[in-house]
C-alpha cells in the first residue's frame, strides 16, 4: 500500500545543530508540504513543492530549507536549531487534480534544548 | 496573518450531543473547505469537504454547514461517540492552488 513516512519518530538536538527530518512518499504525488504543529496555532506551513527541483516558502520558513531531487523525498533541514524551533513536525503530500487532498505522514517529535 | 480562524478552542460533550466547530475564513478567493481529524499521536487525515456552490454537506454523523455571504462554515458532528474524541482543523485553499490554509484547531473530547 501507498504511504507516507516520516523519521525520526523523535529528536533530541541542542541548539546551534543542523538536523535533517525525513519525508518519504510512495504516492507518486507532486505536491510536498511540511507543517509545524504547535498549541493554539493549529498547523503552519513551512516549505511545499510541486515538483522535483520546485520548493516555496510557506508563512513560517525563517531558519528552514528543503530540497527536492526526486518524487518520493522532501528532506527539511534547520539550518541551526534554535529552542523556538521545538515543534511537532508533519509532512504530508498531495495531486493538484482532485479536491486538494493531504495525505498526512505520522509526525516527527523534535526537541531543541 | 491568520486567515482561518476556528473556535472553540476546546469543547466538551456528552456521548449523543451535538458538537459544533467554527471556522471563519478572510480570503474570497478560497474554494475548497475541508475539516480534518487528528487522533493523538497520529497525523491529521481528511474528514469531510465542501465547495461553496453547495450549503451543506453531510456524510455519516459529520455535516459541513457553509454560509458565502459570512465567510463562515462548521462543522457539526451528530450523535457524537467517544470514539469521536479529536483534533479537528478547518482549512481552506484556492482549487487552482493546492496550499491549505489551516485554523488552530478544536480537541473535542466526548464523555462516556
Known amino acids: 500500500d501507498a504511504e507516507i513516512t516520516q523519521s525520526p519518530r523523535h529528536k533530541i538536538t541542542e541548539t546551534g545543530r543542523q538536523v535533517t527530518l525525513a519525508c518519504h512518499q510512495t504516492?507518486?504525488?507532486?505536491?510536498m508540504f511540511w507543517y509545524r504543529q504547535d498549541l493554539g496555532h493549529g498547523l503552519r506551513l513551512i516549505h511545499y513543492?510541486?515538483?522535483?527541483?520546485?520548493?516555496n516558502k510557506g508563512e513560517v520558513s525563517d531558519g528552514y530549507s528543503v530540497s527536492r531531487s526526486n518524487t518520493e523525498d522532501l528532506p527539511l533541514t534547520l539550518e541551526s536549531a534554535a529552542s523556538s524551533q521545538t515543534s511537532v513536525y508533519f509532512c504530508?503530500?498531495?495531486?493538484?487534480?482532485?479536491?486538494?487532498?493531504?495525505?498526512f505522514g505520522p509526525g516527527t517529535r523534535l526537541t531543541v534544548l | 496573518q491568520q486567515q482561518v480562524k476556528q473556535s472553540p478552542q476546546s469543547l466538551i460533550v456528552q456521548k449523543g450531543g451535538i458538537p459544533i466547530i467554527n471556522c471563519a475564513y478572510e480570503?474570497?478567493?478560497?474554494?475548497?473547505f475541508p475539516w480534518y481529524q487528528q487522533f493523538p499521536g497520529k497525523g491529521p487525515a481528511l474528514l469531510i469537504a465542501?465547495?461553496?456552490?453547495?450549503s451543506e454537506k453531510k456524510e455519516g454523523r459529520f455535516t459541513i454547514s457553509f454560509n458565502k455571504s459570512a465567510k463562515q462554515f462548521s462543522l457539526h458532528i451528530m450523535d457524537s461517540q467517544p470514539g469521536d474524541s479529536a483534533t479537528y482543523f478547518c482549512?481552506?485553499?484556492?482549487?487552482?492552488?493546492?496550499?491549505?490554509?489551516f485554523g488552530e484547531g478544536t480537541q473535542l473530547t466526548v464523555n462516556p
Open positions: 504530508a503530500s498531495g495531486d493538484r487534480v482532485g479536491l486538494n487532498e493531504q495525505f
Open positions: 504516492w507518486n504525488h507532486n505536491n
Open positions: 513543492s510541486y515538483g522535483v527541483q520546485d520548493t
Open positions: 480570503n474570497t478567493a478560497f474554494d475548497y
Open positions: 465542501i465547495r461553496p456552490d453547495v
Open positions: 482549512a481552506a485553499s484556492k482549487t487552482s492552488g493546492s496550499r491549505l490554509t
